[in-house]
Every structure is written in structure tokens, then in C-alpha cells.
């Protein structure tokens, strides 16, 4: 629902509408807050209610304080922004950029046309396989879920090239995210910070 704004003496005022705030006062007289969606405009307008007309901050900026003014007819919210250190703007990308890293990480590599979990667990799962194939040499095959209820058979060769596949994928990762860190720490402003796009460039899952 659009904000909305009661108009007094003093002004436009914002109009609580998250709990325990259940009415509103308008010209002394109690309304439900379900009116702020059940009445038109015009209906609204007539006790001094008007929608709120936002504004926006840059993404390089933060809000620091609101106010609202009456102009032509309309409720308008004026913002009052002060710059974001770059340091703090760099902080919270190189904080968006692991999460992108993990997420790229665990999308799972197509390994010989099946698709095998490369997260953490997967990880050690193949690992695990794979020095069980090297400490019993007898050992001819395994059955391995590859993916949550998808289950096949492999031996020690397929489990070294899975877990090939997916140290590979890993290490792409990570070589991705460490020239994205680089671009990050080298940037001089928040246009620059702002340009460098940390969601392309990511391997793919095939192998």
C-alpha cells in the first residue's frame, strides 16, 4: 500500500500503519486504517488524506532524515542524504560478491552427462570416494547419489574425474571472485565501485 499522509495544521504527517497502530484520527473523528485502501482518492482527499509521494535515495548515498511538504495538491517527501563512505560501499560489495562466489560454487558440474552436487558436502563426498577407491584397491564401484534421490553407480576412474571436474569448478570460482576483489579494492569512487558487475563471468556447470 502507498504511504499515506494526514494533513494538519503543522503539515503533512505520515500515517502509522504498522502494528499495534490499527485507526487514524482525521478532523477528530476515529477511522480504520482498512479505509486507506477501501476509499478512493477523492473519498481519502476529503478528510486530508493524500498519498505520499516518494523520493528515492542514490544507491551511494544513505537517509539521514525525512520530511514531507504539501506542494500543489500533492504530499511530497523530501529527503535529506549524506554520502556513504566508500570504504562501507566497497565493504558491503565484497559482502555481495561471496555470496555470489558460494552460490556459483554450489550450482552443481555435469559430470559425463550427470549433474553432481559441488557444494561443501559434495566436496568431501568425492573426496571421500576417491581415497576409498585408493586405500582398497578391490574395490570395483560405489553407489553415489549425485543429486538428492538421484542415484548411480560409479567406479574409481569416473570418481576421480568427478572429483576433477569439480575441484576445477571450484577453483574457477574462485579465480573469478579474486579478479572481481581486485577490481573492487582498486576502484577510486562510487561510479566505479557501482560499474563492476560481480553476477557475470561465472562458470558454467558443464564438464
Not at 542514490?58 to 523530501?78: C, I, Y
Not at 568425492?126 to 564401484?141: H, M, N, R, V, Y
Not at 577453483?171 to 557501482?194: G, K, M, P
Amino acid at each position: 500500500m502507498t504511504r499515506k499522509a494526514l494533513l494538519t495544521e503543522l503539515g503533512p504527517v505520515e500515517i502509522e500503519t504498522a502494528e499495534p497502530h490499527t485507526t487514524f484520527i482525521a478532523n477528530g473523528i476515529r477511522h480504520p486504517l482498512s479505509v486507506l485502501q477501501r476509499w478512493t482518492a477523492a473519498e481519502l482527499a476529503e478528510i486530508g488524506v493524500f498519498d505520499i509521494h516518494e523520493q528515492s535515495a542514490p544507491t551511494d548515498h544513505r537517509v539521514v532524515g525525512r520530511s514531507l511538504e504539501m506542494v500543489e495538491n500533492l504530499v511530497v517527501e523530501t529527503l535529506e542524504l549524506e554520502p556513504i563512505p566508500l570504504a562501507e560501499l566497497k565493504a558491503e560489495k565484497l559482502a555481495a560478491l561471496r555470496n555470489r562466489r558460494w552460490v556459483a560454487e554450489a550450482g552443481g558440474v555435469t559430470v559425463g552427462g550427470v549433474t553432481v552436487a559441488s557444494d561443501e558436502k559434495g566436496q568431501g563426498k568425492i573426496a571421500g570416494a576417491i581415497q576409498l577407491f585408493e586405500k582398497d584397491p578391490t574395490l570395483e564401484a560405489i553407489d553415489w547419489e549425485a543429486q538428492p534421490g538421484a542415484w548411480i553407480t560409479i567406479n574409481a576412474a569416473t570418481a576421480i574425474a568427478t572429483g576433477i571436474a569439480v575441484g576445477r569448478h571450484v577453483q574457477a570460482c574462485f579465480t573469478q571472485a579474486r579478479a572481481l576483489n581486485a577490481e573492487i579494492d582498486a576502484a577510486e569512487n562510487a561510479e566505479q565501485l557501482a560499474s563492476i558487475n560481480i553476477e557475470e563471468g561465472w562458470p558454467t556447470t558443464a564438464a
